[in-house]
């Protein structure tokens, strides 16, 4: 028995290179703004109890504004590999037994 | 405290487990091939595989744990869900797709896919199931921490129970029931968990938690030659004294129970406190008392309510930005723990302290990155917020669910819906662990069930489900746990390094198997660490795999030079780090009895350590064996 995938499928080298490209560029973007949060809370901690708008802290809006923009960015991510799959047709392509 | 069992609630938890046992039931009989077995055929749609991710990943830690350490530490336990959601991010932009079309059924495939070596093998067998049992204790932990209150069954009780439905599941079916039992549970607990969030803002925020609070007493002392020689109230004797750097704690007896009293020497006050004092005759006295007296309260409270600049009795009409605001202005009681000798008595007391909800909602409660912090101390708190960033996309439970879709764009599609659920459940996480703060639910001893009791406040319909929710979410993880252990044994150690070359049917029996001896050590390593915060053991476990697997992840994917060699030594140099550095780390020295202060090293995470060395080590002796060690398709193309 081999040690391939379990499902058959084929992307071309133009469609897996974008999708790195994209992934790697939004996965710096998001570093830094974590990298920034981490420093933030262990250099200027102070600065975290700073109430920034309705009531709510720096802390609080910086760690929502994590989560959510780690779920905007998700998004971001899917819709541009979603879109270079449909332009060059290869993506999502299954040989054996699996569903998209 | 003292738990008492409801039949409604055991028969709402009987029903989720019996749920749970006929997906096994179901799925079991259509489960005959390896792929089916270990990855539930390839075929799972990808908004089922999304939700069954979070299934898998919101473990007992990010319910139960992160949910507890918010009630006792405020923000500091909020950052925990804020690094457990940015792991995803690692996992879906880099990891996801490359993982997927490199691999068949474990992670250690897309490692060895271009080298084909037994090392790789091997040293990835033994990182997933390292990172796996490290991953299942807090599981288990809390699995036995859930039984207590709802069963009325002792911890270790709870431990054996989840073990054995568990090991149930996954011998009977595999991957695809643990699938479906974690699509089930994922959506449960957020619906569920959403349900509680609005139950805590409508009921607003009271200075009485509730009718049945204990109304903890203050009372005035009076200090001459710095020792207190008498009390405002005549009906308690003074009958003991102890400091402990600058913490000052006062004996007081009446109608024959004796209690320790934390002094406020600034306000000359005596604070009333709850204990655990264990007598050299072994008798342990709840506040003075046998536990059977129920004298051992629930706490958490406010302490006082400040509204635009104005203190109230208590606030309505809120919603979840002016929860928070209300909070933030206002202070709360918490009740910190130490631990002292006095005499023939070891106790444990936690004494009230109030903390302005600022400090509530900002780091430093648990985390000493405050001012008077050390270096070490910020070290350490790097230290775990990389883990839980690296740590994630080298989960081998979490890796192994790229396997059971059909393409690297359903892989990508499916990370995408769990990075949205567990990011929405993480945001609940902050608003039950403060409702829990408040709320008078507190149980000091445990933290742990901070959510569940939450729940119990609003009724037992409430707790019922919440608590078998609870559980499933353990047999969840579990599950996802054991199937990653029993690929990483009948797949990669015996079918690829020992090199046996098991048929199919063979494949699956030796997986039944291992899983069968890692429920095993899962169970007696769950009644060992019985007590400790679930969030902070996971913690351990994510910078385990970041430390081990993690480096050898991303120099594959993006370091031509990246040899077999290199990759099975950062593997091991990763797990020996990690696994070294955690039992040397002043936490586990705690746990071995000794001084914190003892330890060699300062660090309670190894990530900042451990992560750089193994990435050291992979670089150097990649470029040591290159020349030798070439990718199996470029030998063949010189050949």
Redesign the interface.
């Known amino acids: ?7 058959e ?1 084929h ?1 071309c080298d133009e469609l897996l290179k974008y ?2 490209k994209a ?2 560029q ?2 710096f973007i ?2 830094g703004i ?1 990298g920034i ?2 420093l933030l ?3 200027f ?2 600065m ?2 700073s ?1 920034i708008f ?7 809006v910086y ?2 504004g ?3 923009t ?2 905007l ?3 971001v ?2 819709n541009r ?2 879109r270079m ?1 449909k332009r060059l047709d290869t ?4 040989t054996e ?4 | 405290m003292i738990y008492t069992a409801s039949p409604f609630a055991v028969g709402i938890f009987f029903a989720v487990v019996a749920a749970v046992l006929g997906i096994s039931f179901y799925f079991g009989r259509k489960t005959t091939s390896a792929k089916g077995y270990f990855a539930a055929g390839g075929n799972i749609h990808w908004s089922v595989n999304g939700i069954a991710f979070a299934g898998d990943y919101l473990s007992a830690a990010s319910f139960l744990g992160i949910c507890g350490m918010i009630a006792f530490s405020g923000f500091d336990g909020f950052l925990y869900s804020i690094g457990y959601l940015a792991g995803w991010v690692v996992a879906l932009f880099v990891v996801a797709e490359p993982l997927k079309r490199l691999g068949k059924f474990t992670f250690a495939d897309a490692l060895d896919s271009k080298f084909g070596s037994r090392g790789i093998r091997l040293m990835a067998a033994i990182s997933t199931l390292v990172v796996s049992i490290f991953y299942l204790i807090p599981q288990m932990v809390g699995a036995g921490a859930l039984v207590t209150p709802l069963l009325g069954l002792p911890h270790w009780v709870g431990v054996t129970l989840v073990g054995g439905i568990v090991i149930f599941i996954v011998t009977t079916a595999g991957m695809k029931s643990t699938t479906y039992v974690q699509f089930l549970k994922g959506a449960l607990l957020m619906v569920f968990s959403l349900l509680l969030v609005f139950l805590v803002i409508g009921k607003g925020i009271n200075l009485e938690p509730s009718e049945n609070y204990h109304d903890f007493i203050t009372l005035q002392a009076e200090l001459t030659d710095d020792s207190v020689t008498s009390v405002s109230d005549p009906a308690y004797t003074i009958v003991g004294e102890y400091s402990k750097n600058d913490l000052r704690f006062v004996k007081l007896e009446k109608d024959g129970i004796s209690n320790w009293w934390k002094l406020e020497t600034e306000t000359c006050t005596l604070t009333e406190a709850l204990t655990i004092v264990t007598l050299t005759d072994g008798a342990v006295l709840y506040n003075g008392a046998p536990r059977e007296e129920q004298l051992f309260f629930p706490v958490g409270s406010m302490h006082e309510i400040t509204v635009d600049g104005e203190q109230v009795e208590s606030v309505s009409g809120l919603n979840a930005i002016s929860f928070l605001a209300v909070i933030q202005e206002s202070e709360v009681v918490r009740f910190i723990a130490d631990v002292f000798t006095s005499g023939d008595e070891r106790v444990r007391i936690w004494y009230q302290e109030v903390t302005p909800g600022n400090e509530i909602l900002s780091p430093g409660l648990k985390f000493h990155i405050d001012e008077g912090s050390t270096f070490a101390d910020k070290l350490n708190f790097i230290s775990l917020m990389l883990a839980l960033f690296f740590g994630t996309a080298a989960l081998p439970h979490v890796l192994i669910r790229y396997y059971t879709v059909s393409t690297p764009a359903a892989a990508r599609k499916s990370t995408i819906v769990a990075i949205s659920a567990i990011g929405f459940f993480y945001i609940l996480t902050l608003y039950m662990g403060l409702g829990a703060m408040i709320s008078g639910v507190l149980d000091v001893e445990s933290s742990n069930m901070s959510a569940p009791l939450l729940s119990q406040s609003f009724g037992t319909l409430m707790f019922a489900c919440i608590s078998a929710i609870a559980f499933a979410t353990v047999l969840g993880t579990v599950s996802g746990l054991i199937v990653a252990s029993s690929g990483a044994v009948a797949h990669d150690f015996i079918d690829r390094f020992l090199g046996k070359k098991l048929t199919d049917h063979k494949k699956v029996i030796a997986g039944k198997f291992a899983a069968v001896g890692t429920g095993i050590i899962a169970i007696l390593l769950g009644i060992a660490f019985k007590g400790m915060n679930v969030a902070y053991l996971v913690g351990l476990a994510f910078a385990i795999a970041a430390s081990a697997n993690l480096p050898s992840i991303l120099m594959l994917l993006f370091w031509k030079k990246t040899t077999s060699k290199g990759i099975a030594a950062s593997i091991a140099t990763g797990i020996v780090l990690a696994v070294g550095l955690i039992l040397l780390s002043p936490s586990m020295f705690v746990r071995y009895g000794l001084e914190a202060s003892a330890a060699p090293l300062p660090l309670d995470n190894p990530g900042i350590i451990s992560i750089p060395l193994s990435f050291a080590v992979l670089i150097i002796v990649s470029l040591m064996t290159g020349k030798k060690d070439q990718p199996q398709e470029e030998k063949a193309l010189i050949s």
């Open positions: 028995m081999d040690h391939g995938p379990t499902t499928y992307e999708k790195q992934g790697l939004l996965f998001y570093s974590y949060f981490v809370n262990t250099l901690p102070s975290m109890e109430v309705f009531g709510l802290n720096l802390a609080i760690g929502f994590l989560i959510i780690a779920i960015l998700g998004l991510y899917n590999c979603t799959e993506g999502g392509i299954k037994g699996g569903k998209e």
